[in-house]
């Protein structure tokens, strides 16, 4: 039987996180990179825009699985069940990226450039949603608040699932599911808005 080889991109990524960890992400180049990799610049340039996109290559194929699922959900299901079963199912993709998973988290959180890079993903990942709720004939504000909310909880279990990747995802995002029902219709929710009271 033939033995497994990572492809380029996989050599690539491992090389970066492997420098990243030893030398800290500000202080890398592409250049190091692709000779850790045992690759040429112009193949990093061929798998990735910039040194940033190595911890975000799978978020565009992660956004099109979301859409995909989000498009094939039943009519019974409430817009935020049909935006977290899509993020959920789309998120079971993430296993393959357990290895790097906190460190990738951790030099996010250490590096301004990529928290940025980092929101700027996200948000994009909100309108997608929002765009293919109206779609579904969700109201504007609804799908717009929906989609934030929903993004915010595949958040938290994505950090959840980062510090143990042995936890199944589908736990991780219903728990995170009920803590936000809970922020946002627990007790406060009955009370009347500031100004409004009878």
């Known amino acids: 039987m033939a033995r497994w080889e990572p492809d380029a991109r996989q050599r690539l990524q491992q090389a970066a996180m492997e420098l990243f960890a030893e030398r800290g ?6 250049a ?7 690759l040429t610049k112009r193949t990093f340039f061929n798998h990735f825009a910039d040194k940033r996109e190595v911890l975000f290559a799978g978020a565009q194929a992660f956004e099109t699985s979301v859409v995909r699922h989000l498009t094939e959900a039943g009519d019974g299901l409430s817009p935020i069940d049909s935006v977290l079963a899509a993020l959920t199912r789309a998120g079971l993709g993430l296993a393959q990226y357990g290895e790097f998973a906190l460190a990738r988290r951790e030099l996010i959180a250490s590096t301004p450039d990529l928290q940025e890079r980092d929101l700027i993903k996200m948000a994009s990942l909100a309108v997608t949603i929002a765009n293919t709720l109206r779609g579904r004939g969700v109201p504007d504000r609804i799908a717009t608040f929906t989609a934030q909310a929903a993004v915010t909880a595949f958040t938290v279990a994505y950090d959840d699932w980062t510090e143990d990747t042995t936890v199944d995802f589908p736990v991780l995002m219903r728990q995170a599911l009920s803590d936000l029902r809970h922020a946002t219709c627990g007790a406060q929710a009955d009370r009347e808005p500031p100004g409004q009271e009878r």
């Open 25 to 30: 992400y500000a202080d890398v180049t592409i």
């Open 32 to 38: 190091e990179i692709a000779d850790r990799a045992g």
